[in-house]
């Protein structure tokens, strides 16, 4: 089955320094990558999403790539900002409207 | 436009007691999915489902768990005899069930096993 390996699970930045996040995936015909942020006590909320056809997709501070041949795809998040604290997880759909997620990377922006 | 509505928020059960989570999908969305969280994990496939029907049950626990998605109300996950290993966050996602489009999650039910 579909497999997404997430890294790295923890990562700790200085506000206004730069975050990226990194997952790869096996199933070659995944074709749809979101990324959901969590805060603590909170369910998963999506943050940017990116399909197979796109190399690269930008929504203000957030910026997610995506490499098809060798099967992974990235989160970016600039200028960060205490309030980007929280979990990540990425997650890759499969088989119609499977999903499988990666195994989180805990943010911590240091004011 | 309500989000996903799952309740109870937090739910405390002796062992061997039964659980019961609700869920209710976001209005237009006929697609509902089960994930379970344990502390400090990540977000664990149980069942995907839509009304009237399992279309994928692949990562439910062969006993004790179960799931329906009726015509009418909420999607049930329902947990038997409960252990103190099923103590988790267990999350409910919608989506309109059409190609291309992504889940949306509820707040999650948090699980107590004492």
């Known amino acids: 089955g579909e497999n997404v390996e997430q890294h790295p699970s923890t990562l700790s930045v200085q506000e206004g320094d730069s975050a990226v996040i990194k997952c790869t995936y096996s199933d070659s015909a995944s074709n749809y990558f979101p990324w959901y942020k969590q805060e603590l006590g909170k369910g998963p909320q999506l943050i940017i999403d990116?399909?197979?056809?796109?190399g690269e997709k930008k929504d203000q501070r957030i910026a997610v790539t995506l490499n098809k041949t060798a099967k992974h795809f990235s989160l970016h998040i600039t200028e960060t900002q205490p309030e980007d604290s929280a979990v990540y997880f990425c997650?890759?759909?499969?088989?119609?409207?499977?999903?499988?997620f990666g195994s989180g990377t805990k943010l911590n922006v240091k004011p | 436009n309500a989000g996903v509505m799952q309740n109870p928020r937090h739910l405390v059960r002796r062992r061997g007691q039964e659980a019961r989570l609700r869920c209710s999908p976001m209005?237009?969305?006929?697609?509902v999915y089960w994930y379970r969280q344990l502390p400090e994990e990540g977000l664990k496939f149980m069942v995907y489902l839509q009304k009237e029907n399992i279309i994928d049950e692949s990562g439910m626990p062969k006993e004790r768990f179960s799931a329906e998605f009726p015509k009418e109300g909420p999607s049930i996950l329902r947990i038997q005899q409960v252990v103190r290993g099923d103590s988790a966050a267990y999350f409910c996602?919608?989506?309109?069930?059409?190609?291309?489009?992504?889940?949306?999650f509820g707040e999650g039910s948090w699980l107590t096993v004492v």
């Open positions: 209005k237009g969305h006929s697609h």
């Open positions: 990116i399909r197979s056809n796109v």
């Open positions: 996602a919608s989506s309109p069930g059409v190609s291309g489009n992504t889940i949306y």
């Open positions: 997650a890759g759909r499969y088989n119609f409207n499977k999903f499988y």
